[in-house]
């Protein structure tokens, strides 16, 4: 089976800075992958790089949708462009303000992915949005509040049901439990490992978080000042860790803990 997604010796610089140095690594469906690194190393402009979010000064994303199809994303023209990230990809920001639109309601914060796959039926739409505030744990008599009524927790699962209704094949989280309180960040955590689990997502997770990997990824890539210095499965990086920076990263969150 061919990788979902594969990086390949990707670069940005941000003036004499580079924030991504030569990164490559393939994702495969059904796979967690989790990014960690300490705050600048540049495990989100890495996300917004392959998510598209932001211009890349080298290298190459390539990405294979669910018609089997190869695509430079590069290369990808515009109309093609907006229909992958509106639907096939999903992204969960840190800050709950960059993922929704905070003066329409959750309801049509839902809606608007799904009226972008060219869903019409009204009462669907709404049916749909329920389900899916459902599966995120929220009170579904919800639907007509503003997401800014909604705590951050709340806020954060509304993230993820505005972008699972669309059935995404690759989502990606830029620390997902970042800013929320330790006990609303166990529940969020729940609800991410039951979700990846029963939809079978493939993730692009980055977190500063141990604890938050340890749950759900399958693979880690570990990254230093823009390079991934180790990488392999998530309970040999973190169990046995090969490089310093990680075997440091590994038993600060021991002391800290
Ligand atoms: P992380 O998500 O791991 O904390 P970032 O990707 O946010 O790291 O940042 C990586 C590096 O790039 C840091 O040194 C940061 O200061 C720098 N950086 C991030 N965004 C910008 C920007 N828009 N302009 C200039 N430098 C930036
Ligand atoms: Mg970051």
Redesign the pocket.
Known sequence: MGYLLNINQLTKT?GN?T?CDNISFDLYSGQILGIV?E???????LLNCIGSNLSIDGGKVTYTNSNNEILNIKQLPEAQHRKLTKTEWGFVQQNPRDGLRMNVTAGANIAERLLNVGVRHYGNIREEAKYWLEQVEIDTNRIDDLPSTFSGGMQQRLQLARVLVTKPGLIFMDEPTGGLDVSVQARLLDLLRSLVRNLDLSVIL?THDIGVVRLLAHRLLV?KNGQIVESGLTDRVLDDPQHPYTQQLVSSVLINN
Do not use: E, N, R
């Not at 705050?39 to 402009?45: F, H, I, L, P, Q």
């Open positions: 941000y800075l924030a690194g705050s600048g190393s540049g495990k989100s402009t980055v990254m």
